[in-house]
């Protein structure tokens, strides 16, 4: 079985700053991928990143970067130039490449943007 | 277009009651999950339904818990005899194929449960 562990549980950071929240993952597998989801107090999970693990290059979505390291098992996820809007739960998530498989949580990481 | 629906937002009932809580999947998206939220905790998955093929109901936790998918539609989550530790945020996510590991999971808003 996949697990993913996030070993913050709260972070904090203020405005225009930088934050990396962090995730590692434990599996025998070549072929899955990562992700990173937003769930601010809407409840409303919404998909932030994801990384191929065939990839190496690290995935970038404007202020979102990861550091993924494959063999450390470690995907950590990079916020440049924080905004209020960035106050949310944060979870890492991993599932298996193929057909049916669903995804497997981190406990996540709350993050408060302060001004 | 609109996105994954559920219904209700919030549900609170007595335990040993039974509930039914309902997702509307994108229009087009023939792969339907369910999970589970507890208070403070990660998304852990329930089941999952692609096409007309049997479901994955390998996360179910009990035999108390059933879900149905009609056809490539609306799906229904019911909980028999609820108990308090039923009491979750029950998320539903839909996806085009389902095939591929990349695709993107839509998730509803969720359905707040509360069992007294």
């Known amino acids: 079985a996949q697990t993913v562990t996030q070993s913050q549980p709260e972070m904090s950071v203020q405005e225009a700053e930088t934050v990396t929240l962090s995730c590692t993952y434990d599996?025998?597998?070549?072929?899955?991928?990562l992700f990173w989801y937003k769930q601010p107090p809407s409840r409303q999970m919404i998909l932030v990143i994801r990384?191929?693990?065939?990839?190496?290059q690290n995935a970038t979505e404007n202020r979102f970067s990861v550091n993924f390291q494959k063999a450390a098992k470690s995907f950590s996820l990079k916020i440049s130039d924080s905004q209020l809007g960035d106050t949310a739960m944060y979870f890492c998530?991993?599932?298996?490449?193929?057909?049916?498989?669903?995804?497997?949580f981190g406990k996540g990481t709350s993050l408060l943007v302060t001004p | 277009g609109a996105g994954v629906s559920q219904s209700p937002s919030n549900k609170v009932t007595e335990k040993g009651k039974d509930v039914e809580l309902r997702c509307d999947p994108i229009?087009?998206?023939?792969?339907l999950y369910w999970y589970r939220q507890r208070l403070g905790q990660g998304l852990e998955f329930l089941i999952y339904?692609?096409?007309?093929?049997?479901?994955?109901k390998s996360g179910l936790p009990s035999d108390r818990f059933s879900a149905e998918r009609t056809g490539e539609s609306v799906s229904t989550l019911t909980i028999q005899r609820t108990q308090q530790e039923d009491s979750a945020v029950y998320l539903c996510?839909?996806?085009?194929?389902?095939?591929?590991?990349?695709?993107?999971?839509?998730f509803g808003p969720g359905t707040r449960l509360t069992v007294l």
């Open positions: 996510a839909s996806s085009y194929t389902g095939t591929v590991g990349i695709d993107e999971q839509f």
């Open positions: 599996t025998s597998e070549n072929n899955y991928y």
């Open positions: 990384q191929e693990a065939y990839k190496q």
């Open positions: 998530a991993f599932m298996m490449g193929g057909p049916g498989y669903a995804l497997n």
């Open positions: 229009s087009g998206h023939t792969a």
């Open positions: 339904f692609q096409g007309n093929s049997a479901p994955d």
